[in-house]
């Protein structure tokens, strides 16, 4: 074998797993919870998914622990275990209790969040959640929250405060009008 054919196959062949790469990739897409529609890809060996800021994969669900389950890339298939989260891991609807290969389409539940273990077009990168909008001015107040009560009821009390102090207001004038 000459040194041109050694190039040209290892050329090929390097060719070859960088299109794979570029055209399919896994990610997990949220079907369910906070960040419904978001898409993170499986990009390294081990992408580890939870709460915790170091994760992969970040999921703003206080019923995921902080590091909830990870998925380990081993000899081209991916594993799924579950690193001893409080409120357990379930693939298809059944408790993750030891390490299991992932299928494509599976389902995978924790806290309020369900993702859907894909194969993505292309190169997968996370993508945001588009924001919500609110329908008018009164959604926007109904959705403040200070502590455990709404705006609007802080608001009803501004009301009627001001209603008072002016009635106030008014009675003390009128005392001064007549008994002056």
Request: aromatic residues 8%.
């Amino acid at each position: 074998m000459t040194l041109q054919n050694v190039y040209n196959t290892m050329s090929s062949e390097l060719n070859s797993s960088i299109t794979e790469s570029q055209h399919t990739q896994a990610c997990l897409v949220v079907k369910q919870g906070s960040q419904i529609g978001m898409v993170f890809p499986i990009a390294n060996e081990i992408t580890v998914v939870g709460r915790e800021p170091t994760c992969n994969v970040i999921l703003h669900d206080l019923e995921v622990s902080r590091r909830h389950f990870q998925i380990v890339l081993k000899d081209k298939q991916f594993i799924i275990q579950d690193l001893g989260s409080t409120n357990k891991t379930f693939v298809n609807q059944t408790e993750l209790i030891e390490s299991r290969p992932m299928n494509y389409g599976d389902t995978i539940s924790l806290g309020q969040t369900i993702l859907m273990f894909d194969m993505q077009k292309g190169k997968a990168k996370a993508t945001p959640k588009p924001p919500a909008t609110p329908q008018s001015k009164l959604d926007i107040i109904k959705k403040i929250t200070i502590g455990k009560h709404q705006v609007g009821i802080l608001i009803g009390i501004g009301i009627l405060f001001m209603l008072g102090s002016c009635g106030f207001t008014t009675i003390v004038l009128f005392g001064l009008y007549f008994f002056s």
